[in-house]
Every structure is written in structure tokens, then in C-alpha cells.
């Protein structure tokens, strides 16, 4: 066939592609059309409305009239906390009796995992491993819609750089670059294929916005900062969610500079349905719409409900305020009809694609769901994602991993036999089934079969009783080696779970001082949904594994890891402050006019007299049972134009008798700009596998998007100057630097 040929038959394919994708969006928009032609103004309002079923409550319960009624009658668009196929099906049923038979949308706090619970999302953040991220999701995601979901309100994309905030845990961490790669995997992973194939749920991207920078790091709190810092660093995380194709978003409970999220159509109409062009629809989060009222913005649920259609809120979860005053705003011309239609054929056009007017029953599977939900698959990926999430913080004497041939090992602590503990916050507990989660005990029972494992609890989690330690002491005297499970209990973070004091609970750290005082090598295991202190276990434990909450699988991901059987590859995503006075601590900082440079230079940059000016631990840090050796850094031009690229190639050498996988970062510093830039922002990063003695070349690329910045005006520019290119083991670990400089 001639090129020409080919040529034109490839031309003339994607044009017949295009128009059949064309063709089939009209068909969509056609179908939305004439359903909302056909609806009557309470309908409209009706799928606006939004509540939670009374199976789990994740808000303040409101219990109010019939909700089925209001079904049966089409007052509802959408539940939430619905559980498993048979009451989603019964609930569909009701909306099957309404006038215009518009089907119900089903959403959960699909958060990670549905009963195959994957590590809590701050874990799996540090696991940098965007493929395992995508597959979290996406197991997720299919066994969620094969339980009759249609949507989960994750991923949860935002920037926290207050450990004290409980909602660290379900996000990303403190970087907008590792942020937005995560928000897309997860968009990825649980849209899949896209919507109307029976696996996929829509994804909800949130909390619009900026909600993690809460002031002091207490939930709901207020945040005020300027719009570049906003653009900066909370929103880019969001626009990957939009680029990636999110279904919806979730305001959030917070004001911004003065205005709730909620009512906030700077974020909601001028940027995300605006700049962003976002074509889904806009949830309020729970009652988010009648807080207005208490946040002082509005004066009744009528103003609330006014403000919020207004500002582009487009479902109204559990306020009710839509329910009850959008038609009344609408007959006395407050609110055009335009805006009601709009949100509504934003909401009908997602239950179309989703195929659930062709079939309302579509995700109503009962052999589906029994098949799916923690199936074998599903399970050995949990347990390699969780093993990917750990953390090494420490390995002095290269006391990890521990030999399988160790005679006796004591395993102390309140976490080593919890169960659902593993799940950490967010979970969806079975009602009536834990057998599926594998305790930290269980999995280390199963792992070493002959040898003998002692064990003692040794103390609680916050009780302040030491009544357990003499026995906890006098099992590890019987011991080759000690290893001990401590930490928060998985509902100290979370939401509405910020704590002033972010050191370990109870009498803890002092159990492990008086285990550690027999003189036996001690293994430290830190179960937490966030950063903690624990300075002097960090000066004293030889060995220190974060554990974070890892899921269903812990006990064999963290046995897989004590014994070498995985390789601990894992990189901080957040920095670990030294005391919480020293919050906000983050990495990507601004220089100042007077930068510390060591802890001796006491006049200079904001600097405590009495604490170090840096982390405990440093946002990308994680050490390997290997070591790697960074060399060979080249760089293909030392001077670019906007338009050029720069090609970026380094060696990785693993040095050391474990296979492994490194995280290499690549960072950049722009010296001088018309503001002020951070002293280092991650661009890039790479995670490579290599076996002892290997070798690899790793290339990165150096673009215009890569050397771009808000500038005073908000507007996205280069400007010419020299910057700093790092590579390195972690944000502070740089092992290679070079110069380059950017012309007009
Ligand atoms: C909660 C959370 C939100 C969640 C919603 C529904 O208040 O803020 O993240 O998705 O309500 O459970």
C-alpha cells in the first residue's frame, strides 16, 4: 500500500473517529435535552438534593421526613453510605417509581480500598509508584461498582504541609508536582476505561480548595493566602485531576480569604468551570451549603442556597437548603432557571455516561460482587502496594532485614495484635467480617513458621499505665531481637482529628526506652495516619520502619519487609518536623533575606535559638536495605531558550548486596525571578530497580512547563536567569548539581 494511501486512510479514520466521538457526545447532550424538557422545576431541584443513607454517617446525621418517599417522588438525585448491591438495588427500585424514572447515583468515601483496603493514601504517597497508585484505585474501583457504587469522593488532592491536620493522611502530601502524578493515577485508576463500563466509578477530586492549609492545622479552619501561593501550590494538584478527566469535584468546609469554598465562584466558576473548562459537576461536601450560615456569609439556608447555585455549587449534600428554597428562588427570579439547568444537565449527563438510564440495575450485580470483593488478585496487589508504602527511616548496624533463621524474636507493643487497626481512617469496615485484614502478628506467625515469637503488649496507646512493662521487659530478655508496633490508634487522624501534640500517644516511647534498656537490638515499627515525633527513639532505636496504616495486608506486607523478602523503597512525601513548633516545616521553601545555612548561624533565617533549622526527616527521605551511587551527571546544553529542552542523564549504581529501587528526584532552584522562588522544587523523579553491582542510565528532560512560575500578575511565565538543577536521594540527600542558564 502506498504511503499516500496509508496516509489518507489514517486521515480520513481519526476524522471518522472524530465525528463519531462528536456525533456521540451530541447524542448525550441530545438525551440530556430532552430529559430536562420534560422536567418539572421540583425535578430539577430534586436532582440537586443529596443525602447520606444511615448505614455509616460520615456527617452530622440529619434525621428528617422519609427519605424514600422523597425518592419514590424524584426529591432526590443522589445517596451516599449505601451499602452492597441489595440496598442499592431497593433504593433504585423507589427511584424507578418516580414520574420521570431518573435514576439515583450512588456515592461512598471510596478512599483506598472498598474491602481490599489498600495503605491510607498518605502511604501510598510515599511509595512514589504512580503504576501502584493507578492499580490501588482501580482495584477500588472495581470492587466498589461491584458493590453498586457509581462514584467515590476521592481522590482527596490536597496539599498539607500541617502534620497536625488529621486529614493529612488521605492526601498526597506537602508537593504540588508529586501531587498532581498522584491525583492522576488516582483519577486514572478509578475511572479506568471510562465511564459506562461496569468497573469504573466516577472520581471526585477534593476539597476545593486549599482546605489543607487550614490555619494551626485544625480541620474546618479558615485559610488565607494570596491567589499566587493558591495557584503555586494548592490548585495544581486539582487541575491535574480536571486534565485527567475527574467526573466531578467536592467544595470544601472552609473559608478562602473571607469566602467559602462553597460560595466561592472565583474557585468554582471562574477557574474550575472557567480557565479549566470542567464539563462535570460540583458536590457540596456534607451540609458545606447551610454552614455558610454559621461561617457568618449568609444569613438563612434561603441566601445559602442562593449564594451557593450562584457560585456553581451544582449538588447539594445533606444542607437540604436546595431542597427546600431552589424552586422559591427560582418563581421570585432570584436564581434564572438557566442556572438550575445547567447543574442539572451536569448531573444527567454523568448518570448517562455511566449507562444507568439504558439500565438504573447496570451495578447491581450479585455474582459480580461476590467475585470481586477481596479476590486473591486483589489481595497480592495490597500486599505489594503496602510493602512499596513503608518507609525506612533508620538501619543502624544493618540490623534490618532480620535473618530467617533468628532463633527468637519478642514482638511487643498495643499495635502488634490489633486488627482493624491496620485499616486506618477512611476504611469501609465489613459489618460483620475482620478475617480478611491480616493482623501485624499474624504476619509475622506466617512468616517465620519455626522459630518462636514471643509476645507482650506492654502498655496501651494513650493509657498511661506501665503495669505491662516488667512483663514486656522480661519477654524481650528471652529474645534474639525485639520488634515493637506502636503508634496513634488509626482514629486519631483523619477527619475532624487534628491533635496539638503529634508526639507518640501514652506511655509509648517510654516502654521502648525500657525495652531498649535490656540491650537487645530493637526493630521500631510507627503506625500513624501522620508524620509524628519521636525524637529519641530516631537518637536511640537502631531500627525505625514507618508503617503508616497499611490496610488489609499489613501483617504480611511488614513481615515481607522485616525480612528482606521486599526491600524497603519508600520516600517520605511530607517533611517530619523535630517539635510541633516547628510546623509549618516544609521543603520548598523561600530563601529570606538572612538563609541559614547551618544550625550555628543563629541571626539568620527565621531560625529558632533553641532547634535545629532543619526536619527530623526531610520531604523524599527513605533509605534502602542497599545502597546507590549517583555519577556521570550530563547535561546536553548549559543555555536554553524558553522553547529548547535540555536533555538530563545521570548513572545509578546499585552498590550495595540487595536488589532494590531508588527514588531519583530531580530538583531545580530559579535563582533570581520577579518573585521570589522556593530554594528547591521537585521536577521530576524517577524510581528504578536494579540488582546488586547493576547499572543505568537515567535520562530526564528539562522543559519550558518544568521552568514556568506565577508571577505577581498571575500570569504562567519563563523568565531568563541561571537555575540550580539537584539530583538526589532526597530533598536534602543532593548527590549531583549543575548550572544552567535560561536566555531570552
Ligand atoms: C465528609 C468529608 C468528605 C466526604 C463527605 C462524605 O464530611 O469532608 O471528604 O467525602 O463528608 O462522606
Redesign the pocket.
Known amino acids: 500500500m502506498s504511503k499516500r494511501l496509508k496516509a489518507f486512510l489514517l486521515f480520513f479514520f481519526v476524522i471518522a473517529q472524530f465525528t463519531n466521538c462528536e456525533a456521540q457526545k451530541k447524542t448525550i447532550d441530545q438525551k440530556v435535552d430532552s430529559v430536562l424538557k420534560l422536567m418539572t422545576l421540583e425535578e430539577k431541584a430534586g436532582q440537586l438534593n443529596q443525602y ?1 443513607g444511615d448505614w455509616i454517617s ?2 452530622p446525621i440529619t434525621n428528617d421526613g422519609d427519605k424514600q418517599n422523597q425518592i419514590r417522588k424524584g426529591q432526590l438525585g443522589s445517596m ?2 449505601i451499602m452492597g448491591v441489595k440496598h442499592t438495588r431497593q433504593l433504585q427500585a423507589m427511584a424507578m417509581e418516580s414520574r420521570l424514572r431518573i435514576p439515583l447515583l450512588f ?1 461512598q ?1 471510596v478512599i483506598h480500598g472498598y474491602k481490599t483496603t489498600f495503605p491510607i493514601p498518605l502511604a501510598e504517597a510515599a511509595s512514589w509508584d504512580l503504576n501502584a497508585i493507578e492499580l490501588s484505585a482501580r482495584i477500588a474501583a472495581t470492587e466498589a461498582s461491584a458493590a453498586g457504587i457509581h462514584w467515590t ?1 476521592a481522590p ?1 488532592v490536597d496539599i498539607a504541609r500541617d502534620p497536625r491536620w488529621g486529614r493529612v493522611m ?1 492526601g498526597a502530601g506537602e508537593d504540588p508536582y508529586l501531587g498532581s502524578l498522584i491525583a492522576k493515577a488516582r483519577v486514572k485508576g478509578f475511572q479506568g476505561k471510562g465511564l459506562g463500563n461496569t468497573d469504573a466509578v466516577m472520581a ?1 477530586a ?2 476545593f480548595a486549599a482546605y489543607g492549609a487550614a490555619v494551626g492545622g485544625r480541620d474546618y479552619n479558615s485559610v488565607d493566602m494570596s491567589l499566587r501561593q493558591l495557584h503555586e501550590f494548592y490548585l495544581p494538584p486539582f487541575r491535574a485531576a480536571a486534565e485527567a478527566g475527574a467526573a466531578t469535584f ?1 467544595n470544601s ?1 472552609n473559608d478562602l480569604n473571607g469566602i467559602p469554598a462553597t460560595g466561592n465562584s472565583y474557585l468554582q466558576r471562574d477557574i474550575l468551570k472557567g480557565q479549566w473548562k470542567f464539563k462535570g459537576f460540583v458536590v457540596s ?2 451540609g458545606s451549603i447551610g454552614e455558610m450560615i454559621r461561617h457568618g456569609f449568609v444569613k438563612n439556608n434561603y441566601e445559602a442556597a442562593l449564594s451557593a447555585i450562584r457560585a456553581g455549587s451544582d449538588m447539594d ?1 445533606e444542607s437540604r437548603s436546595y431542597k427546600d428554597y431552589l424552586t422559591k428562588l427560582v418563581k421570585e427570579g432570584k436564581v434564572p432557571a438557566s442556572l438550575v439547568d445547567d447543574a442539572v444537565k451536569r448531573i444527567l449527563r454523568k448518570k448517562i455516561e455511566l449507562g444507568l438510564f439504558d439500565d438504573p440495575y447496570r451495578f447491581c450485580n450479585d455474582e459480580r460482587e461476590k467475585g470481586a470483593l477481596n479476590n486473591p488478585e486483589h489481595v497480592k496487589a495490597a500486599r505489594e502496594v503496602a510493602a512499596k508504602s513503608i518507609v525506612l527511616l533508620k538501619n543502624g548496624n544493618n540490623l534490618l532485614p532480620l535473618s530467617k533463621n533468628t532463633k527468637k524474636i519478642a514482638f511487643i507493643g498495643p499495635l502488634v495484635k490489633e486488627v482493624k487497626q491496620n485499616l486506618g481512617f477512611w476504611s469501609i469496615e465489613m459489618p460483620d467480617d475482620s478475617s480478611y485484614i491480616v493482623s501485624q502478628w499474624q504476619g509475622l506467625v506466617k512468616k517465620m513458621r519455626s522459630a518462636d515469637l514471643l509476645y507482650a503488649r506492654g502498655c496501651g496507646i494513650e493509657d498511661t499505665s506501665r503495669d505491662g512493662f516488667a512483663e514486656a521487659v522480661a519477654v524481650a530478655q528471652k529474645a534474639d531481637v525485639v520488634i515493637m508496633s506502636i503508634g496513634e490508634r488509626r482514629d486519631m487522624s483523619g ?1 475532624a482529628k487534628s491533635r496539638s501534640n503529634i508526639h507518640l500517644p501514652g506511655v509509648q516511647e517510654e516502654l521502648v526506652k525500657a525495652i531498649h534498656a535490656t540491650g537487645k537490638p530493637v526493630v521500631v515499627l510507627i503506625n500513624a495516619g501522620r508524620p509524628l515525633i519521636f525524637d529519641w527513639i530516631t537518637d536511640n532505636v537502631p531500627a525505625i520502619l514507618y508503617t503508616w496504616w497499611l490496610g488489609s495486608e499489613a501483617g504480611n506486607a511488614i513481615a515481607d519487609v522485616l525480612f528482606g523478602d521486599y526491600n524497603p523503597s519508600a520516600k517520605l512525601p511530607m517533611s517530619f518536623p523535630r517539635t510541633e513548633g516547628q510546623i509549618p516545616i516544609y521543603y520548598n521553601y523561600f530563601n529570606t533575606g538572612r538563609p541559614a545555612t547551618s544550625d550555628n548561624d543563629r541571626f539568620y533565617r527565621s531560625a529558632y535559638i533553641d532547634l535545629s533549622i532543619h526536619p527530623k526527616y526531610e520531604f523524599g527521605y527513605g533509605l534502602s536495605y542497599t545502597t546507590f551511587q549517583y555519577s556521570d551527571l550530563q547535561l546536553s546544553k548549559r543555555k536554553i531558550r524558553a522553547r529548547e529542552k535540555i536533555e538530563v542523564t545521570m548513572k545509578l549504581t546499585n552498590t550495595g548486596k540487595y536488589a532494590g529501587e531508588e527514588v531519583v528526584q530531580l530538583y531545580l532552584r530559579d535563582r533570581v525571578a520577579t518573585v521570589v522562588r522556593p530554594v528547591k522544587e521537585l521536577k521530576d523523579f524517577q524510581k528504578v530497580k536494579l540488582q546488586p553491582g547493576e547499572s543505568k542510565n537515567i535520562r530526564f528532560i528539562i522543559d519550558k512547563e518544568k521552568l514556568s512560575f506565577y508571577n505577581d500578575k498571575l500570569q504562567w511565565i519563563t523568565e531568563p536567569g541561571d537555575f540550580d538543577l539537584m539530583i538526589g536521594s532526597s530533598s536534602a540527600d543532593i548527590r549531583l548539581k549543575d548550572v544552567f542558564e535560561l536566555v531570552k
Do not use: A, I
Request: hydrophobic residues 35%; negative net charge; contains cysteine.
Open positions: 447520606s460520615t456527617g451516599l453510605n456515592g468515601d469522593f482527596m488521605e471526585c477534593k476539597h467536592m468546609f461536601d456534607w449534600m477527619e
